[in-house]
């Protein structure tokens, strides 16, 4: 059976919501173990982010956290709080995302934890990082594509947000790829680290060329719609029967595409010859290209660029486009028995290891607490001393039936 990198790794996340639960699932699904702390009442807030729902748990919740143990407890009882940070001092990685300075005064910041375990790669998330100020500014998605420009060079004429929480994925997406660094690193010189992740910073980061070309140019970036700002023709076009994107990247695709579309003297033409002078004469190009796109339906406009090269899709919905993925044998999705929802489709990670093919899928996301006393077993609790902290509800132990209970229920000792 194959091996997942990562396995032997034990992942401390007391984050919630989005960016943090997002980062340690793709650390999960690598092999980590990764132990989920959440309040024993309310859990992570995108439990209550519903419906939708399956077996009770929302779609939200369901998204970011499957391959997780979870352990219910109050961070704020003396004895919650102590078995925690035990946790941090075991782990190999401590993911958070608090409000600023809220982990210091826990004694479960950065200082504390490192100096109590010096090999921890611990990694921070906040919305706009620890050195803006003022220091505990609170930072949503929202927010941040406001603040970071996103919004100003999105949507039609209004600025428009994007449809996914996505300077949170993109913050997901820096926090996994620091921490494997970091364990690297680990893995040379025994040396932990502080990582600081930031919506913010991923989000202006993210900008790429567009935040490169605002500087370069000394001006401020335009909104084009789905159209590209530095390349002509890229954008969605109408046909006779709804909408297609099409993405003529270079002067070569660009004379296919006058060539399929029946116009080969559009290529010739020097006010198109090049994409610099396309987007200099974007106006009057696209609508002689959407004259000839209208006369005929998507699929045929598709099929006949298809087979000129030129890159061209169908505007899907996301159903559709799971659909889609799957009829063109590469399924977006797998199935995993959870414990009240039953038979579970999620999304898999948008990468695949060869190493990790035949690997099991992961486990499904936990239910509030399904194991907790799992955990509290493995960092040294015995029954009576766990069964005291239940009647206390310091801690929380899912209620399950033996026929619920996650096939891989022991936490990997290393």
């Known amino acids: 059976m194959s091996r997942r990198p990562l396995e032997g790794i034990v992942v401390a996340d007391l984050s919630r919501v989005l960016a943090g639960p997002f980062a340690t699932m793709m650390l999960a699904d690598l092999g980590a173990e990764v132990i989920k702390v959440e309040h024993p009442e309310r859990g992570d807030d995108t439990r209550a982010w519903g419906p939708p729902d399956a077996g009770g748990e929302a779609a939200y919740y369901l998204a970011l956290n499957r391959g997780k143990q979870g352990l219910a407890i109050d961070v704020k009882d003396p004895d919650g709080l102590r078995i925690v940070q035990d946790l941090c001092d075991r782990a190999d990685v401590v993911i958070e995302n608090f409000r600023p300075g809220v982990a210091d ?52 004429e209004s600025p428009t947000k994007v449809g996914v929480a996505i300077t949170d994925v993109l913050t997901a997406f ?24 930031s919506l913010l910073g991923s989000a202006l980061a993210g900008l790429t060329n567009v935040t490169q070309s605002a500087i370069v140019s000394g001006q401020e970036a335009k909104r084009y ?5 530095s390349v002509v023709p890229y954008q969605p076009f109408p046909t006779a029967d709804g909408e297609i994107m ?16 029946g116009r080969p003297e559009l290529g ?17 190009l696209i609508s002689q290209i959407i004259a000839e796109l209208r006369a005929k339906d998507g699929e ?28 063109a044998g590469d399924p977006a999705t797998f199935t995993v028995e959870h414990p009240t929802a039953g038979p ?26 399904q194991h907790t006393r799992d955990v509290l077993t493995w960092l040294g609790l015995t029954a009576p001393e766990i ?12 209620p399950l039936e033996p026929t619920q209970l996650d096939p891989r229920t022991e936490i990997e000792r290393n």
């Not at 010739?268 to 009057?284: C, H, Y």
């Open 174 to 197: 820096n926090a996994t790829v620091a921490i494997l660094a970091a364990l690297r690193h680990r893995d040379r010189t025994g040396e932990g680290d502080h990582i600081d992740v």
């Open 344 to 369: 579970l489709e999620l999304v898999r990670n948008g990468f695949e290891l060869a190493g990790m093919a035949d690997a099991p899928p992961p486990a499904p996301p936990p239910l509030l607490g």
């Open 387 to 398: 069964t005291a902290l239940e009647d206390r509800r310091v801690v929380r132990q899912a």
């Open 300 to 327: 045929t406009w598709t099929n006949a660029l298809l087979e000129a090269g030129v890159p061209v899709g169908k505007i899907r919905g996301v159903r559709e486009a799971l659909a889609a993925a799957a009829e």
């Open 268 to 284: 010739d033409d020097p006010r198109f010859a090049t994409n610099a002078d396309r987007i200099r004469n974007r106006d009057a």
């Open 225 to 229: 719609g789905s159209a590209h700002p």
């Open 105 to 156: 005064r826990l004694g479960l910041g950065s200082a504390a934890v490192r100096e109590r375990n010096p090999g921890v790669v611990y990694c921070s998330i906040s919305g706009f990082g620890a050195r803006r100020k003022p220091a505990d500014r609170p930072g949503f998605d929202a927010v941040i594509q406001a603040e970071s420009g996103l919004m100003h060079i999105t949507g039609e």
């Open 246 to 261: 099409i993405a003529a990247g270079n002067d070569a695709l660009y004379r296919k595409l006058c060539e399929v579309i």
